[in-house]
Structure formats: C-alpha cells, structure tokens
C-alpha cells in the first residue's frame, strides 16, 4: 500500500494549535457575540499591523473582498477593469458580477503574473477604442509572488487608474520593505482554509491607507450603513466575518511566520532538488513569495501527475482554463490564441504539495519518480 500524503495539511497544523484554537473559539461560544464580537477588532488591528496598513477590514471572503474592493472604487457597466486571464474565477468574476468589462491582459512567462508591457499595451487599446472607460487594474500575485508594483504603479498613475491588488494567495509575501496586502490604493486578501493563512470556512480582509475609502468599504460591509444599519446610506452588503473565524484567526496567526519560514525552506528544497527536471519557480530579486503553491512547468505533465499519484502523492492543476476561455466569459469573445503565454502556462503547469508540516523527504521521492517518467519518455 503506498502512504497517502495529503495536498494541504491542516489537521497537522489543528494538532499543533488544538489548546489555542479550542480556547479562542470557546471564549466566543461564551461571549456569544457571534456576529461582530470582540474577536473582529482585535483581528483588524493585528492585520492592519502585520501588513503596515492603516485600514484592515475583515470581511466574509476573498471574493466579497475583492467586490468591496471595487464597489469602493465605483466600478460598474460601461468600466474596464484590466486584470490577468492567469488566475481563480473569482478576480475577474467580482468585476463582471458589478457590470464591468473584465480587460485579460497576457502575463509573464517566468513569473506568471500580468504583464506590463501588454498591460500598457491593453490600456492604450482601450482608450483609443473609446467604447469603454478604463478604471483599474486588478493584479493578482499569482501562488503567492507579488505582480511587477514598481511598473504597475506609474502605469496606473500615467492613466488615472487604481490599482486593485488580489492578494488572495500572497498573505505574508514580500516585496522589497513592503509586505503583500500594501501595496494597492486597495487590497484584497482571502482566509479560505486552503491559502497560506487560512480559517475554518470563508473569510477575507480589505487593506487601505486611504481613510476615505475605508470608510466606504466598513459601510458596505453591512448594508451600506451610515449611523447604524437601519441608516442606509448606500447599497452594499451583508460581507462580514463571522466571530469564531476571527478567533481561529488569532490563533493561527501567532504560528504564521514560522509556517512561512517552513514553507521558504520547502520551496528552497523542491528548487534544488528538480530544477532539472521540471521548470521551477522563478523569484524576482528583491520579492520573496508566501509560497500557496510550488507550482512547475513541463511538457510531460499528464504522465507525470499520473505517475506521482499511483505513488500517493497528490498534485493539482492551477489553471487548466484560463479565465478567458472559460464557458462564463464566452461573451467577451476571446479565442484560443489571443493569450498565448498565458494559454501555453496553463497547459503544462502543474503544482506540487506544499505546506508547511510536509517533511523535505517529499522532494526526492517526487525527484525519483520524475526521473522515471522522464527516463520512460526519452526511451519512446
Ligand atoms: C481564492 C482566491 C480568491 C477568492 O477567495 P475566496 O475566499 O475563495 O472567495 C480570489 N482571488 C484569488 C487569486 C484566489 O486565489
């Protein structure tokens, strides 16, 4: 029989915190503020600390994030809102949910993120078209690496646009002295229990330095409230986080630095040890990722994700369809071929285990079964 390990191991990490999760969690069953009970601020302060951003609002998912996020911004029908094909459903799904027109613009072949020179490119073809309004740009920081800020930024600037960044994968990544969840006018982060810090169901969070604009953003968090939420001001939402998530929170960000340090060493290890095997990641200098996914290119990965998983280890495919070409986007009028970076990545991109309660051992069985396929394929 082989031994099954798992994708992401979050009992290991509940054996780990049990007593302080158990604790946090039963404080709440106590307290019985289920709905905004202590637990949320004392969360926001520690996020808004973490990430050196004036504003954390917590909130009841990445994409419900991502929709305040843009809803701050006054985005709807007529708006373009430029973003990469390369990502979840949700990023491009928050900007066509308001009635925007998602713009995919083709990514980075090394990094995986948009690209800014298409970005540019995208943003001047819009303009000249006259049909649609450019607003923004949403970069995501594709398995925890952080999209090109330092080009993004005064692109964003030389057209009056904002600049959204879908952090969902990327909580506790770097980017020179900046922490991930700074570095747009707006950001958004996501605690589905999968990503790198993660609660027991859906949360998220919106980050902003901008007074006003959190403002907006705490008022569309309940209802569009003003004094209270019988005082509705404007339309929004019922996008809170529920207390006992927030608690789970708590707990489990008191370990998250030294999960990461686990997952930069993994990372580090997989690098070494399949480098010429497979295509492995490639790190800008001066940014360091959160590592959600150690994710590697090869021509060979049907064969190989077959192989891995009659031996027990679990592999996943982020993304087989991009999100230009999925069904829902079909109105837009993309073809195959209009993304080719993008269209080529996701047809031989393929993502390893990675957490941080997976032993190093892991990467020489994966390096020996590689090298079988490998070794098969070169005989054929
Ligand atoms: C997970 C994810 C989201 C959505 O977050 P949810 O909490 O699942 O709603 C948005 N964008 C990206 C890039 C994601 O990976």
């Known amino acids: 029989m082989v031994m099954k390990i798992p994708f992401v191991d979050l009992k290991s990490q509940y054996e780990q915190l049990k007593p302080q999760i158990n604790t946090r969690i039963d404080r709440v069953l106590e307290h019985g503020a289920y709905v905004m009970g202590p637990e949320i601020a004392e969360l926001e302060c520690q996020l808004s600390d973490y990430c050196n951003v004036r504003h954390a609002i917590t909130c009841s998912s990445g994409t419900d994030a991502l929709l305040l996020g843009l809803m701050a911004h006054d985005v709807g029908p007529g708006d373009a809102v430029f973003t990469t094909p390369f990502t979840f459903f949700a990023t491009a799904e928050a900007i066509a949910l308001l009635g925007a027109t998602p713009i995919f613009v083709d990514i980075d072949s090394r990094t995986f993120n948009i690209d800014p020179k298409r970005l540019e490119e995208a943003i001047q073809r819009i303009k000249h078209s006259g049909e649609l309004r450019p607003r923004g740009i949403l970069p995501v920081n594709l398995f925890g690496l952080p999209a090109n800020y330092d080009q993004i930024g005064p692109l964003a600037k030389e057209h009056a646009l904002f600049v959204l960044e879908d952090a969902a994968q990327s909580f506790g990544a770097q980017y020179g002295n900046q922490s991930s969840c700074s570095l747009g006018d707006i950001s958004t982060t996501s605690f589905f229990p999968a990503k790198p810090l993660g609660c027991y ?6 980050f902003t330095d901008d007074d006003t ?4 953003i705490l008022s569309m968090r309940i209802h569009g409230m003003g004094q209270d939420k019988y005082d509705n001001v404007r339309v929004g939402l019922n996008a809170r986080m529920d207390s006992i998530q927030a608690a789970v929170l708590l707990a489990k960000l008191e370990i998250f ?3 990461l340090k686990k997952r930069r060493h993994l990372a580090g290890v997989y690098d070494q040890c399949l480098m010429d095997l ?3 990641p490639f790190t800008p200098s001066g940014m360091s990722s959160s590592w959600a996914q150690f994710s590697v290119l090869s021509d060979h990965r049907e064969i190989m994700i077959e192989a891995l998983a009659e031996q027990g280890i679990p592999v996943q495919v982020y993304y ?3 999100c230009h070409l999925s069904k829902a986007f079909g109105y837009l009028g993309y073809k195959p ?22 032993d190093d051992g892991i990467a020489t069985r994966i ?3 590689l090298e079988g396929v490998l070794h098969r394929v070169s005989r054929t």
Request: proline letters at 9%.
């Open 337 to 358: 071929g209009d993304l080719p970076i993008t269209e080529d990545v996701s047809s031989r991109i393929f993502s390893l285990p990675m957490h941080p309660y997976l």
């Open 201 to 206: 169901g859906d949360g998220g969070a919106v």
């Open 367 to 369: 390096r020996s079964i």
């Open 213 to 216: 604009l959190a403002e907006k």
């Open 278 to 280: 497979v295509e492995t």
């Open 257 to 259: 630095d030294d999960e």
């Open 320 to 322: 087989r369809t991009p």
